[in-house]
């Protein structure tokens, strides 16, 4: 028992040294993995089930950042720190998740499980369409008025391109989840019920992002942004309401995420 803890520990802290050694996460997401990574892979029964669904995520958002990155600094929309992830960030894509793997620790019902796929889908599929939806050839359009165009990385901006990443990157993550033994369904169903959860996830984050969400101006660059410092300078805010910033609108979409594989599950049976 002892021997194991230890040893998923270790697991963690490897993923953790090698993320933090390619630059997936600065020091501070770092420890912050450390823990969320320790409670999925520790708490629930066979939890490296879970924790290989959070590795899954994790590989395909650091590929996603790293993908095309000198294209992303060159528009002015890559990941400051070449995509670095800080703590905040970390948390509030897979605190919700960790919380979810605790749940099931007490509590292992499928509902549960359904719920911690649709957290990590959700923060698939909103980091992927971000970051691949950046590269769309045609321009963003913000999703309270199609009609009218943005800048790539701009708040509430959304592509094609960025819609059908977000749903491949939902199928992956419940699919995966199938083949492991987390999600008692069918491959299919588990396909769909990650594809709708992280399109939920990923369209909420963009409708938060188009309306109440925090923009600040950054006057170096006289780019939009969504970080309270750019250019190593602090932003002004020029809309949105105070403590709705990107970390909290992503911490807000996977608890979407969670609720929509729910729905799907409930359905599916
Ligand atoms: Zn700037």
Redesign the pocket.
């Known amino acids: 028992m002892f021997a194991e803890l230890l040893l998923e520990i270790a697991v963690v802290a490897l993923v953790g040294i090698a993320s933090f050694a390619v630059g997936a996460v600065d020091f501070s997401g770092f420890l912050a993995a450390l823990f969320l990574g320790s409670v999925i892979i520790a708490l629930p029964p066979e939890g490296w089930r879970f924790f290989s669904v959070l590795l899954t995520c994790h590989i395909l958002t650091y590929g996603s950042t790293r993908y095309k990155l000198s294209q992303k600094a060159a528009l002015g929309v890559a990941q400051s720190k070449g995509g670095a992830r800080r703590w905040s960030n970390v948390a509030a894509n897979v605190g919700v998740a960790a919380a979810l793997a605790a749940a099931y620790s007490q509590s292992p019902t499928p509902l549960v499980a359904a719920s911690f796929v649709g957290a990590i889908s959700a923060a698939t599929s909103d980091t992927l369409s971000t970051e691949i939806g950046l590269l769309s050839s045609s321009p963003p359009k913000l999703i309270t008025s199609p009609k009218q165009r943005v800048e790539p990385g701009f708040s509430g901006g959304v592509t094609l391109l960025g819609i059908l990443v977000a749903v491949v990157g939902g199928c992956v993550i419940g699919g995966v989840s199938q083949l492991l033994g987390v999600l008692p369904t069918s491959l299919v169903g588990a396909v769909v019920l990650g594809g709708a959860s992280g399109l939920a996830g990923s369209l909420f984050d963009s409708l938060l992002g188009a309306t109440v969400q925090q923009i600040y101006l950054?006057e170096?660059?006289r780019?939009l942004?969504e970080e309270k410092v750019?250019?190593g300078q602090p932003t002004k805010r020029v809309r949105g309401i105070p403590p709705i910033e990107n970390n909290f609108v992503n911490l807000l979409a996977t608890i979407v995420g969670a609720a929509s594989a729910s729905a799907t599950l409930l359905s599916l049976v």
């Open positions: 950054c170096r660059c780019k942004v750019h250019c």
